[in-house]
């Protein structure tokens, strides 16, 4: 998304997106089955770390965009602490049954929601969506078809908003709507989706009159390799969960190895 | 002349359409000629550069056969839509997305890229981001990019209709200097900036006939009347129409306050984005906003719906704004993009909306729904789907649904822009009838000849601020300027 | 000359992805809405979580080919994602597999039935995906069985409602507007009245 923020580039910027997305892709799927806490923390704290010096935006906004992700923290964590099953009872109230082992199992997994969205936040901040998709061509032959229509669809997200908005507005000129929550939907689903549907149709008819095919043998305006800031990239991840997991092992924070 | 775009005995059909579009059309343009295709909204104009471009039906499934069609190799479209021609977000990524696709080697393109931006007169960084350019400014990088196809003909499908005055002007002295020696097949309503171009026009009717064709300014003079009745605007319109008209403004000097504004500020987030020092609206005023691109004119009327925060005096028939609870029962507010208003499923409907909301009797409804409908001439249509109609149709039905519940305030955002000259007057005529009975407009327009002709005020807007508040001189009847 | 390009034509993959960034606005809103219901308890928040498969439902109702349904659930997550969604890249890994459970049910009619029944079973599909990635994140499994229960049926019966009945009712407010059948190819009649 195009925040209108001045940001520093980092060594993070000039990573190739597809190697960048891969690496964070295995990385999640890694933290699914990570279940000792101590490792999570420690990892979660990694990725901290390199958010908020790698970035490259000012503080302010780091602290911004952090913001949310405290909320689905203790969302994410709320119902199990307070429904998940467990044997050391520390409070019971009604159907709400608190144990030791949910609220770990809880604390747990609001670590996990952090480092997911850390993950995101590294990625979404550090890459053009235009560098993604022309890496996503060339590195892993995504078929320019796909890759120039999500391009497309990304420059339409503000006008999009725009439209949204406007139709918020239009409504209240109107005089609201007052038949539920289904009806007031489709007040602002159709007119967007009737207008989204006219403008693909007349993008799409506009890039093949500019002579777009899949079968021609195209050249690329960028041409997206790998350089030392990708060694750079798997080096740091490499060590941040090596760190993460040795500590997590030996110098435990909770005497708890795994919170299932 | 050799010919370089041809069709023989064209028959073409939209789906769900009772009657052919075309049948046995035949047509040939030859090597640099300059064409302009004429016709009323709805005859097919666009659809046949379509189809002589070979869009149709290699883009757009659309059923159509012919003896022959004869396709340029080389060939450039320019859309109508300055905003969905685009894929990219940057000026650059937009021209070298056009480079790619023919193959040439990244290592000219920038150069390529500067000498077309060049060309059509853009000078801006090449990495701009498209989203900040001006109408005009768009469609001359939409030149630019299919100019880098390196294209013998060039398609021009109404390539100034959602644009305003000024880029109109410049978007076809781009056209003139870029197009010399090249075939330009073109499509537009708006001719006054085409016709000394042209060297050949031909005129379609509603059933997709041809009805003339031949040397331009044969065919324009010979066949003005046709032209005219199909509202294009061609140079010397408005004096026709005024002069036709009789015109006299009835003097609706009026004492009654409307809107009385001092130090009145709004807001989006915590910038101030427009201000008014002091204003008074009264009674019978047709007031035209007037002011550059992003001046701050929508904002205005923004402001006085409270769509945004505001603060300062504003009072509503001498009553503190703040204590009117709903704004929407005095003012009416029509939107640029009547779409976005319409909440129901069929003209009829659209119209009797807000009386429903209103809870008012309904034998009052269909009353006051009926009375609507035959005024603002859509009483045909009333069972249609409101999003069906045509551009016209769709503004005039935005116009209704707003003042349906009495509301004696319209404000209008730009709301004869990208119309025909037909629909133009129809819609004006309307409101001065409005008018005439008290009712006050505040009207955002780019239109110098709306000014002149029927406001009664004018309010310019600077950098966020009312800078200038003049009355329009009461002239008589303009007498009609001997046209073209 | 059209239809002989093989898989999805341009056009249609453009519209896929385009009604689905819409959704993405949509699902990008519906984060907030939905941690703050759930402080409130009893799953309530489940019942809204079926919006988040809607996208898949309403590009197979209007487009109406394989793959569009997958294509739409990953445009709708990679919008919600760029916008800067709360969850991060969680969102993405879930898209795929709610896409791709949505597009089995909808093979499994072979692309022939576009009704309110299919996009509702195929709103089931995904609200199995989104519990399978479920099971393996958030130890659903461990919630107290009366507890895990409420959280299921929340879940399936919101995403029938929102994903199912409400987005064939949407696709069909659509269709009347007009610009649904820009979608949809020509009849075989359209080409035989060319010779009329």
Known sequence: MKWNIHYRETWLHHTNPSLKLMVLLLLFIGVLFVHNPNVLINFSLGLLLLFMLYTGYPWKFLLLFFLPFFLVFVSTASSMILFGEGKTTWFRWGLIHVTEESFLRGMHLGFRALSFALLGLLFSLTTRPVCLFYSLMQQLKL?????????????????????????????????????????????????????????????????????????????????????????????????????????????????????? | MKPIASVERLRLKFPGKDTLLFKDLSITFYEGEKVLLLGPSGCGKSTLLQVLSGLIPHSIDVPMKAERVQLPDHWGYVFQDPDSQFCMPFVDEEIAFALENIGVPREQMKERIENLLEAVGLFVDPHTDIHTLSGGMKQRLALASVLALEPDVLFLDEPTAMIDEEGTKEIWQTVKQIARDKTVIIVEHKIDHVLDFVDRIILLNDQGKIIADGQAQTVFSHYKDVIASQGIWYPGVWDEYMAKRQYRRSVVQQEEKMIHLRQFR?????????????????????????????????????????????????????????????????????????????????????????????????????????????????????????????????????VAASIVSGQRIFLLDEPTFGQDAKNTFALLELLESYREQGATILMVTHDENIVKHFATRRWVIEDGRLVKDEPISQHSPQAAVPSV | ??????????????????????????????????????????????????????????????????????LAEIAASSGEFIMGSEWGLEVLIYGVVQGLLAEVVFAAFRYKRFDALVVSLGAIGATIGSLVMDFYKGYIEALAPWNLALFLIARFIGAIVISGIFAASLVKALEKTGVAQMLRPASKDDYDALDR
């Open chain 1, 143 to 260: 078929k320019p078809k796909y890759a120039y229509s999500f391009l497309a669809g990304v420059r339409l997200i503000p006008m999009m908003i725009e439209e949204f908005q406007t139709v918020r507005n239009a409504l209240k000129v109107r005089g609201g709507v007052n038949n539920g929550l289904f009806e007031k939907m489709k007040r602002y689903a159709i007119p967007l989706l009737s207008q989204s549907i006219r403008r693909a149709q007349r993008i799409a008819v506009a890039m093949e009159a500019k002579r777009f095919s899949d079968d021609n043998e195209r050249t690329f305006y960028y041409e997206i390799g790998f350089g030392k800031n990708d060694i750079m990239l798997v080096v740091v991840f490499i060590v941040v969960t090596a760190v993460a997991y040795y500590a997590g092992v030996h110098y435990p924070y909770i005497p708890v190895e795994d919170v299932r």
């Open chain 2, 266 to 398: 709004g807001y989006r987030l915590r910038d101030v984005k427009i201000r008014v020092e002091e204003a008074t609206v009264r009674a019978g005023e047709w007031i035209a906003i007037t002011g550059k691109n992003g001046a701050g004119k929508s904002t205005l009327l923004h402001a006085l719906m409270k769509l945004i925060r505001t603060d300062g005096t504003y009072e509503l028939y001498g009553e503190d704004s703040k204590r009117v609870k709903q704004l929407h029962r005095l003012l009416a507010f029509v939107f640029q993009n009547p779409e976005f208003q319409f909440v129901a499923n069929s003209v009829r409907e659209e119209i009797a909306y807000s009386l429903r909301l209103e809870k008012r009797k309904e034998a009052e409804i269909a009353e006051t729904v009926e009375r609507l409908l035959r005024r603002f001439h859509l009483w045909e249509q009333q069972n249609q789907h409101p999003y069906q109609l045509s551009m016209g149709q769709k503004r005039r039905l935005s």
């Open chain 3, 1 to 70: 000359m059209p239809a002989t390009t093989k898989g999805l034509k341009l056009v249609d993959i453009l519209t896929t992805i385009v009604i689905s960034v819409v959704f993405g606005i949509i699902y990008k809103i519906w984060g907030p809405l939905y941690y703050s219901v759930k402080p409130l308890g009893f799953h309530i928040d489940q019942l809204i979580y079926g919006m988040w498969f809607i996208a898949a439902s309403v590009a197979y109702l209007l487009i109406r080919k394989p793959g569009v349904a997958l």
